[in-house]
């Protein structure tokens, strides 16, 4: 009929649940810009430090230390997520958001690699904190069947932030100090923030339980955080002694041993990591479905190990392997993420995510630093990153044998101590 046109029906696992209100969508899409700020933030010195590493004539031990102190810098984002469990999640949102792209900025006029270095310890962390407070609210606020759909979506938007960051590197071919140009992008995150400023609600469930946390629930409070920590420690310390490495020394394998330019290391980045996105949203929706206990056991290791390979092959090998590693680790992503804050209560949340990202933090430091040693001493990249995969492996056992099943389940029936409030969907 003149005048009407077909409706386009998305599949399922891309529309929104069912269950999506107006507030629901304006805080995902407010939260989802600060996850673009996020990644910018954390993927930029891991893509530069090896252009940097060349101008200040380092070697890949002290890259791999670097790394490490900037990672050691999450100490900064303890009293932080502590304020943001008793005084409010947006108030230290709005902060971070700010602060974090200022300080990266800093890295552009570095006049030493330790000057670079002590510049990210401060502004990676503070990118890090916002992404753990975006976390809660998205746990907080997100419908208890949408919880992990929703991590999945912010994962794959943020996705841009670091597309900006990976995008940008040919910079670094044009001279040896033009990797400082990189850092001086991160002004650009600065309208987000302002966004993020005007629009961003306090977290619902936070403000419903401002007045429970007194006296008795003290106690009970402290006791839901210990219950759950140690197990998702472990499992993101193990994780991360793989991840990290792999991460920072991507780049120096591909550009020492396979003789990249930056151009072509950020096309190998980009069409590497770029399907994961569909393993994302798929993965998210199953986790909320069918559970996300199985998908992270299985899912973690089988990916790791295929990009463990990817820096032991050459040609169209490498970039298979990378591809489907990289899917598989979408894949099991938001179904393993949204235990960090599904299993704490309200009040304890922050400070349950910032001991978190500290554990694995210093597991990516420990893979790092051993790796960095193992590569100067004459180790391949494939037999170090081969030899690492282990670790993920060893998570996947913590996951299977420790890990609850929180899917169909509202956070008052995961967290007891959450109860005098009144029950929120």
């Not at 001493?377 to 282990?390: E, I, K, N, P, Q």
Request: aromatic share 10%; net charge positive.
């Amino acid at each position: 009929m003149q005048g009407s046109y077909p409706r386009v029906r998305l599949p399922g696992w891309l529309s929104l649940p069912p269950d999506f209100g107006p507030r629901h969508r304006r805080v995902l899409g407010l939260v989802a810009l600060g996850s673009m700020l996020v990644a910018f933030t954390n993927t930029l010195f891991t893509q530069t430090v090896a252009y940097a590493a060349d101008e200040f004539g380092v070697s890949n031990s002290a890259q791999g230390l670097g790394s490490a102190i900037v990672r050691w810098g999450i100490v900064i984002s303890l009293p932080i997520v502590a304020l943001a469990d008793s005084r409010g999640r947006r108030p230290m949102i709005v902060a971070t958001a700010w602060a974090a792209p200022f300080v990266c900025a800093l890295g552009a006029f570095a006049p030493t690699f330790p000057a670079l270095v002590a510049t990210q310890t401060v502004g990676r962390p503070l990118g890090l904190t916002l992404d753990i407070l975006l976390a809660v609210i998205i746990v907080e606020e997100m419908p208890h069947d949408s919880r992990a759909w929703a991590t999945a979506m912010l994962a794959v938007v943020s996705g841009f932030g670091a597309g900006v960051a990976v995008a940008s590197l040919p910079l670094a071919d044009v001279s040896e100090t033009s990797w400082r140009w990189i850092y001086l992008l991160s002004l650009m995150w600065l309208p987000f923030a302002w966004i993020i400023t005007r629009g961003l609600p306090e977290s619902a469930r936070f403000v419903a339980r401002k007045h429970d946390f007194v006296g008795h629930l003290r106690h009970a409070a402290v006791g839901g955080l210990t219950r759950n920590l140690g197990r998702i420690c472990a499992v993101v310390f193990l994780t991360n002694i793989f991840v990290a490495t792999m991460s920072i020394f991507q780049n120096r394998y591909l550009k020492e041993t396979r003789g990249f330019s930056a151009a072509m290391v950020a096309v190998f980045t980009m069409a590497t990591s770029s399907p994961a996105a569909l393993g994302l949203v798929a993965g998210g929706r199953i986790a909320d479905a069918r559970g996300r206990r199985r998908i992270g056991a299985v899912m973690v290791p089988l990916g790791s190990v295929l990009l463990a390979l990817s820096f032991a092959l050459s040609g169209v090998p490498m970039w298979t392997v990378a591809v489907f590693g990289a899917l598989l680790l979408g894949f099991a992503y938001p179904a393993l993420a949204v235990y960090r804050g599904e299993l704490f209560p309200t009040h304890q949340r922050g400070l349950a995510g910032g001991l978190i990202m500290a554990s694995s933090l210093i597991g990516g430091s420990i893979g790092l630093i051993g790796a960095g040693r193992a590569v100067d001493s004459g180790a391949t990249y494939g037999d170090v990153m081969l030899l690492l995969a282990v670790f993920p492996l060893l998570a996947s056992l913590v996951v299977w044998w420790r890990y609850p099943e929180t899917a169909h389940r509202t956070l008052e029936e995961l967290n007891p101590e959450d109860a005098p409030a009144q029950p929120m969907t």
